[in-house]
């Protein structure tokens, strides 16, 4: 069977994963991140008056034409606090910001622009129309579409919600990602392995990535070499509507690898498997119905590199979320060598060169159940499959672990 390109499984993998359309209504203070699912409206016109944007005095502008008019100060606006009056001829109003402009008045004077004198104050620069006053509705009207449906709710979307007095917003549900890790040799984290035995690892970071790119996680926990049990894990998936299945481990076809034959029976359309990468060459994907499946290799860098290429997009994709820029282009710290025609992710470190320039450079040990040296990683070095020889200092294509390193 021919390896499939990295490029082409994804495009396949991609191209019939369609966005969740369900929603669910969620009080503000939960839907960061959240992708709104309705057009958001304005429950109210903001500001609600014309407001005062500084200290100073409220007046007409037709009595303080120039420097050197005289008006009397017959009460005070504060925020909470409007003044219940009108603002006549040759009056004034000492206001502060944010408080209601009162009735007559047009304009507000800098509190540092007029002279106190008894009674009232004298201006000492002359006052333009309309100056120092926000007017009513400047920022959005009641029933104005503030906030489009698609927006990802980040800090300053929450704070136009509440500033909207809007308490809840109607969001795209999550998708549901349902991870099992199978394997008879497999024991949590906390166990003492007996002979032939590991732990577990993989689930931890493949959720913790699934939850980063906006799912929900469904955790089948570990199941045993046994068909049966295999597919009892799966039928759970199923009746818990997950969007995606995740497997780990036995997803090739060796006398030990139950995972596709097992998947298959229960009904799943078998869509590809084995990919020219390296590591992660025994990746499967297939579907029941809507439902995602991805099979990902038991080695837990394969894994993990697999979940960056394949089940972040595809999580992205179902949330309406955009896709995480990971690509980025660095100069090679050491020479790398010429590549066979497997596309190889490479774990490599970044530091700045003398002249400020980004140098990856590949750690010496590159094998795929080598945790340890994915951790300290801080990027994949992509050599595209027969890539030549790159001498150093060369540029050379990275996927980025962590995306904000460079920020």
Same mark, same amino acid.
């Given at each position: 069977?021919?390896?499939?390109?990295?490029?082409?499984?994804?495009?396949?993998?991609?191209?019939?994963?369609?966005?969740?359309?369900?929603?669910?209504?969620?009080?503000?203070?939960?839907?960061?991140?959240?992708?709104?699912?309705?057009?958001?409206?304005?429950?109210?016109?903001?500001?609600? =008056?014309?407001?005062?944007?500084?200290?100073?005095?409220?007046? +007409?502008?037709? #009595?303080?034409? &120039?420097?050197? *008019? !005289? %008006?009397?100060?017959?009460?005070?606006?504060?925020?909470?606090?409007?003044?219940?009056?009108?603002?006549?001829?040759?009056?004034?109003?000492?206001?502060?910001?944010?408080?209601?402009?009162?009735?007559?008045?047009?304009?507000?004077?800098?509190?540092?622009?007029?002279?106190?004198?008894?009674?009232?104050?004298?201006?000492? =620069?002359?006052?333009?129309?309309?100056?120092?006053?926000?007017? +009513?509705?400047? #920022?959005?009207? &009641?029933?104005? *579409? !503030? %906030?489009?449906?698609?927006?990802?709710?980040?800090?300053?979307?929450?704070?136009?919600?509440?500033?909207?007095?809007?308490?809840?917003?109607?969001?795209?549900?999550?998708?549901?990602?349902?991870?099992?890790?199978?394997?008879?040799?497999?024991?949590?984290?906390?166990?003492?392995?007996?002979?032939?035995?590991?732990?577990?690892?993989?689930?931890?970071?493949?959720?913790?990535?699934?939850?980063?790119?906006?799912?929900?996680?469904?955790?089948?926990?570990?199941?045993?070499?046994?068909?049966?049990?295999?597919?009892?894990?799966?039928?759970?998936?199923?009746?818990?509507?997950?969007?995606?299945?995740?497997?780990?481990?036995?997803?090739?076809?060796?006398?030990?690898?139950?995972?596709?034959?097992?998947?298959?029976?229960?009904?799943?359309?078998?869509?590809?498997?084995?990919?020219?990468?390296?590591?992660?060459?025994?990746?499967?994907?297939?579907?029941?119905?809507?439902?995602?499946?991805?099979?990902?290799?038991?080695?837990?860098?394969?894994?993990?590199?697999?979940?960056?290429?394949?089940?972040?997009?595809?999580?992205?994709?179902?949330?309406?979320?955009?896709?995480?820029?990971?690509?980025?282009?660095?100069?090679?710290?050491?020479?790398?060598?010429?590549?066979?025609?497997?596309?190889?992710?490479?774990?490599?470190?970044?530091?700045?060169?003398?002249?400020?320039?980004?140098?990856?450079?590949?750690?010496?040990?590159?094998?795929?159940?080598?945790?340890?040296?994915?951790?300290?990683?801080?990027?994949?070095?992509?050599?595209?499959?027969?890539?030549?020889?790159?001498?150093?200092?060369?540029?050379?294509?990275?996927?980025?672990?962590?995306?904000?390193?460079?920020?």
């Amino acid at each position: 069977m021919n390896l499939l390109p990295v490029t082409e499984a994804q495009n396949r993998l991609l191209s019939r994963a369609k966005p969740v359309a369900t929603s669910e209504t969620l009080p503000l203070a939960e839907a960061e991140g959240r992708v709104l699912a309705v057009d958001l409206t304005a429950g109210l016109t903001q500001p609600p =008056f014309n407001a005062s944007a500084m200290d100073g005095y409220a007046l +007409r502008r037709d #009595d303080a034409p &120039e420097p050197g *008019a !005289v %008006l009397k100060v017959i009460g005070t606006s504060a925020a909470g606090h409007g003044f219940e009056g009108n603002v006549g001829h040759g009056e004034a109003v000492r206001i502060f910001t944010g408080a209601p402009v009162p009735p007559g008045a047009d304009s507000v004077l800098l509190q540092e622009d007029a002279e106190k004198i008894e009674g009232g104050i004298r201006t000492n =620069f002359p006052v333009r129309q309309g100056q120092h006053i926000r007017p +009513r509705g400047q #920022d959005f009207v &009641e029933g104005e *579409a !503030v %906030l489009s449906a698609g927006t990802v709710l980040d800090f300053s979307r929450l704070t136009v919600a509440a500033g909207m007095n809007r308490p809840d917003v109607e969001v795209l549900r999550r998708p549901l990602v349902a991870i099992l890790a199978t394997g008879d040799e497999l024991l949590p984290p906390g166990s003492t392995p007996g002979p032939s035995q590991i732990i577990a690892s993989n689930t931890f970071g493949i959720a913790a990535l699934a939850r980063k790119a906006g799912a929900d996680v469904l955790d089948l926990g570990i199941v045993p070499d046994d068909k049966a049990r295999i597919t009892a894990a799966i039928d759970t998936a199923r009746n818990a509507k997950a969007d995606v299945i995740v497997t780990l481990g036995g997803a090739s076809v060796g006398d030990h690898d139950l995972v596709q034959a097992t998947l298959i029976e229960a009904g799943m359309q078998l869509d590809f498997w084995r990919i020219a990468m390296r590591p992660g060459k025994p990746l499967m994907v297939g579907s029941f119905g809507e439902t995602h499946v991805l099979g990902l290799p038991g080695n837990p860098v394969s894994s993990l590199v697999c979940s960056l290429l394949f089940l972040e997009p595809l999580i992205r994709k179902l949330a309406s979320l955009p896709p995480v820029r990971r690509e980025a282009t660095m100069e090679a710290a050491v020479p790398l060598r010429a590549n066979d025609h497997r596309q190889d992710y490479i774990r490599a470190k970044l530091s700045k060169s003398a002249a400020g320039t980004w140098l990856a450079e590949p750690f010496d040990k590159q094998d795929s159940s080598m945790m340890k040296t994915f951790a300290r990683s801080d990027c994949l070095i992509i050599r595209p499959p027969h890539a030549p020889e790159l001498p150093p200092g060369a540029p050379c294509p990275v996927m980025l672990l962590r995306p904000d390193l460079l920020a």
